[in-house]
C-alpha cells in the first residue's frame, strides 16, 4: 500500500554519466516536489510541480531537470553528476485538490552514489 | 527569507527522560509549521502540523508541540522517551509571499534514546 515510490532506492553512477530517478504515486496528488538531503543536512527543494507547471528554485544548478509525463509519474535527470551531487533525493506529494498548505507525503528516497 | 533554526543538533537521552527540542523560524507573517520525524532507514513522517487555532497541538507517538507566536517558536515536546523514539527530527515551516507550499527545513535534530 505504498504511496509514494521512488525507484531505484540506491543508485551508483560514474562522474559525468547522466542519471534518472524517478518518482510515482498511487494518490492522484497533482503536486509533486524533489527534494536534496545531502549527508547531515536538511532536505531542499529542488523544484516542483503543480500539475503540468514546472517551478524551479533559484538556486537549482542546470545539471538538474524534471519530466512530469502525466499525474502519477515525475523523473529527475542529472545530466552530468559531479561529486557534489551524491545525496539522498527525495520525492513528496500533496493532495489532489487540497491547499498548499497540507502536510507532504514523502517516499523513502533514493541515495545517488557518484564515483 | 524564511528560516528554520533547530537548536540542538544531537540529543542523547535515556529512556523515560522527557524531550524538548527546540524550533524557531524567521518568517513574521502567517506560517504552517510541521514536525518530521525519520527513523533509521526509513522516509520523512509527518509527527504534527500546526495551521491555526490551538497552539498547542498533539501528534502521533505521544508527541506535542507548541506554537508560541510571539517568539517565533515550534518546540517538540515528549513527556517519556522511549528506545523507538531514535531518529532525526526535522522542524520545517511553509507559508508567506507567493507560498508554494515549499518545506523549510531545519537541519535536523539527531535523538539518541539509550534503553
Known amino acids: 500500500d505504498a504511496m509514494v515510490i521512488q525507484n531505484p532506492r540506491y543508485q551508483v553512477t560514474q562522474f559525468g554519466k547522466p542519471v534518472t530517478l524517478s518518482c510515482s504515486q498511487t494518490l492522484n496528488h497533482n503536486v509533486m516536489y524533489w527534494y536534496q538531503q545531502k549527508s547531515s543536512q536538511a532536505p531542499k527543494l529542488l523544484f516542483h510541480?503543480?500539475?503540468?507547471?514546472?517551478?524551479n528554485e533559484a538556486d537549482t544548478p542546470d545539471n538538474f531537470q524534471s519530466r512530469r509525463p502525466n499525474t502519477s509519474f515525475c523523473f529527475l535527470d542529472i545530466r552530468s553528476p559531479g561529486l557534489g551531487d551524491a545525496a539522498m533525493y527525495l520525492c513528496?506529494?500533496?493532495?489532489?485538490?487540497?491547499?498548499?498548505?497540507?502536510?507532504?507525503?514523502f517516499g523513502p528516497g533514493t541515495r545517488l552514489t557518484v564515483l | 527569507a524564511q528560516s528554520v533554526s533547530q537548536h540542538n543538533h544531537h540529543v542523547i537521552l535515556s529512556e523515560a527522560a522527557s524531550l524538548e527540542l527546540g524550533c524557531n523560524y524567521s518568517y513574521g507573517g502567517t506560517v504552517n509549521l510541521f514536525w518530521y520525524v525519520q527513523y533509521p532507514g526509513q522516509h520523512l513522517q509527518l509527527l504534527l502540523k500546526y495551521f491555526s487555532g490551538d497552539p498547542l497541538v498533539k501528534g502521533i507517538k505521544g508527541f506535542e508541540a507548541e506554537f508560541i507566536k510571539s517568539k517565533f517558536s515550534f518546540n517538540l515536546r515528549k513527556p517519556s522517551v522511549q528506545w523507538s523514539d531514535t531518529a532525526e527530527y526535522f522542524c520545517?515551516?511553509?507559508?508567506?509571499?507567493?507560498?508554494?507550499?515549499?518545506?523549510?527545513f531545519g537541519q535536523g535534530t539527531t535523538l539518541q534514546v539509550k534503553p
Open positions: 520545517a515551516v511553509t507559508g508567506g509571499a507567493g507560498n508554494t507550499g515549499k518545506l523549510i
Open positions: 510541480y503543480y500539475d503540468k507547471d514546472f517551478n
Open positions: 513528496a506529494t500533496i493532495p489532489a485538490g487540497g491547499t498548499l498548505y497540507n502536510e507532504q507525503f
